[in-house]
């Protein structure tokens, strides 16, 4: 059974990088035809979907961040990582690390909650 | 961009009952890329149904999807005190890959 959990800092100040991993037990990273996403939740509960990465290291990015966003495998942690530059408060949200197929996002981490704030 | 829209907003019904959660599209969807979600407070969502009508593994069959092009609908039946939950439809959009998610109906029954 596959499980998932975040970590990183809980505060990040305006123009500044939020770094989050997401570490995978109970399965290797290199599941064929899985992919590992970000997605966040606002506080007044909207999703979005921030990106995802094959599990050949092919990374798909939502247009609306992929300025700004990165997501890395490290095999040898079995972690995934996100990066976000230059964050504002509207990048304040709980996010989700998630094993998905390529069109559903089946298993979840339980979130981490990030607050941009000087 | 597709937008998905959701009703209604919230719903408060009663155990044994029914629900009817809506999610209608922006354009035409294939229904193969349309999603449920249930998430329970300070849970993440949890696939519930795929392909618009496919049960998740585990899932009971009081849940079940339907709809086609614009319209889509999650009907839960036989309502229990633990199905209170926001419910998101999701959408695959092939090309350029990505998702969008609607923002959410949430189902109280007392």
């Known amino acids: 059974q596959v499980q998932l959990q975040e970590s990183g800092p809980g505060l990040v100040k305006p123009s500044q990088t939020l770094s989050l991993a997401c570490t995978v037990s109970?399965?290797?990273?290199?599941?064929?035809?899985?992919?590992w996403s970000w997605i966040r939740q606002y506080p007044g509960k909207g999703l979005e979907w921030i990106g995802y990465?094959?599990?050949?290291?092919?990374?798909y990015y939502n247009p609306s961040l992929k300025s700004r966003v990165s997501i890395l495998l490290d095999p040898s942690q079995s972690q995934v990582s996100l990066e976000l530059m230059s964050v504002t408060a509207a990048d304040t949200a709980v996010y989700f690390c998630?094993?998905?197929?390529?069109?559903?996002?089946?298993?979840w981490g339980p979130g981490t909650l990030v607050t941009v704030s000087s | 961009e597709i937008v998905l829209t959701q009703a209604p907003a919230s719903l408060s019904l009663s155990p044994g009952g029914r629900a009817t959660l809506s999610c209608r599209a922006s354009?035409?969807?294939?229904?193969?890329?349309l999603g449920w979600y249930q998430q329970k407070p300070g849970q993440a969502p949890r696939l519930l149904i795929y392909?618009?009508?496919t049960r998740d593994t585990g899932i009971p069959d009081r849940f079940s999807g339907s709809g086609s092009g614009t319209d889509f609908t999650l009907t839960i039946s036989r309502l229990e005190p633990e199905d209170s939950a926001l419910y998101f439809c999701?959408?695959?959009?092939?090309?350029?890959?990505?998702?969008?998610f609607g923002p959410g109906t949430k189902l109280h029954i007392e």
């Open positions: 998630a094993r998905s197929s390529l069109r559903w996002f089946l298993t």
């Open positions: 354009q035409s969807v294939s229904s193969t890329y």
């Open positions: 109970g399965g290797p990273l290199s599941s064929d035809g899985y992919y």
């Open positions: 392909g618009a009508s």
């Open positions: 999701q959408l695959y959009v092939s090309s350029p890959r990505g998702f969008t």
């Open positions: 990465l094959s599990n050949t290291g092919t990374a």
